[in-house]
């Protein structure tokens, strides 16, 4: 089981470790700070250097429950040495719209009452799907914009911790995370990792996310789209 080093730490660009595994889709390693897509976050791309040979990482993602860093050369020596490197240009955005994805969940709870059925973050134009979710007009999407940012400029910190799994239920009921999300969590999760952004919000969450609201900057809230009776979806990007 390769150890996840960006649960702990998010800004992690590079670390080196040992080859675990090769398989016929590319390498497993003893630990990575690559992260699998999942989540509605895509995996993480970047550089191995094995035996002095730079090799691309195109994309990295769980497949029989290993951390695949998919590769087009798999052919080394178990036990290599290897050097990671995160292309964080890439990471780093995805970080920023992660966070504000979560405020925006949030947001849209409290005003709306509508929970985030989905969500797909990409690095130019990220997309969320609310339910239920009447259509928002584009003066309105122009207001709750100018909100959200607002809330953002709080510098709100940005921390993660873990619990033990009934005692993270328990506290994210009392901060009224959406319930829906707990119940998809498999039985055999003992522990879940805790997002919180300031008294904003709480939510269990395995992504990757900026420390600090101030770091994401700003969100436009681009179009919504209906997908269906009561279902919105809302595009949105960080600049
Ligand atoms: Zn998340």
């Known amino acids: 089981m390769t ?43 970047g550089t191995l250097i094995i035996n002095n040979h730079p090799i691309k990482v195109k994309n990295t993602r769980i497949k029989k429950g290993e951390i695949i860093h998919e590769t087009d050369i798999q052919d080394f020596s178990v036990g ?16 920023r719209s992660h966070s504000a994805q979560h405020v925006i969940s949030r947001y849209f709870q409290i005003n709306f009452q509508s929970e985030t059925v989905s969500t797909h973050l990409k690095q130019s134009k990220s997309r969320l799907d609310f339910q239920p979710l009447r259509k928002i007009s584009p003066e309105e999407l122009t207001e709750i914009t100018i909100e959200i940012n607002s809330i953002l400029a709080k510098k709100l910190p940005i921390l993660i911790k873990t619990l033990p799994r009934e005692e993270a239920f328990a506290y994210l009921r009392e901060k009224e995370y959406q319930t829906k999300y707990l119940e998809m969590v498999p039985k055999s999760v003992k522990s879940i990792r805790i997002i919180s952004i300031g008294d904003y919000d709480f939510a269990a969450c395995a992504g990757t996310h900026v ?3 101030a770091e994401i900057g700003k969100i436009s ?19």
């Open 3 to 45: 150890k996840r080093l960006y649960l702990e730490d998010n800004y992690m660009k590079d670390f080196k470790t040992t080859l675990d595994k090769t398989t016929t889709d590319g390498l497993v390693l003893k630990e990575t700070s690559f992260y699998p897509e999942g989540g509605g976050q895509p995996g993480d791309k």
């Open 221 to 239: 809230l681009i179009s919504t789209k209906n997908k269906g009776k009561l279902r919105e979806r809302i595009f949105y990007s960080v600049h």
């Open 211 to 213: 420390k600090n609201t």
């Open 80 to 95: 290599s040495e290897v050097e990671g490197k995160l292309n964080w240009e890439y990471r780093y955005e995805l970080m």
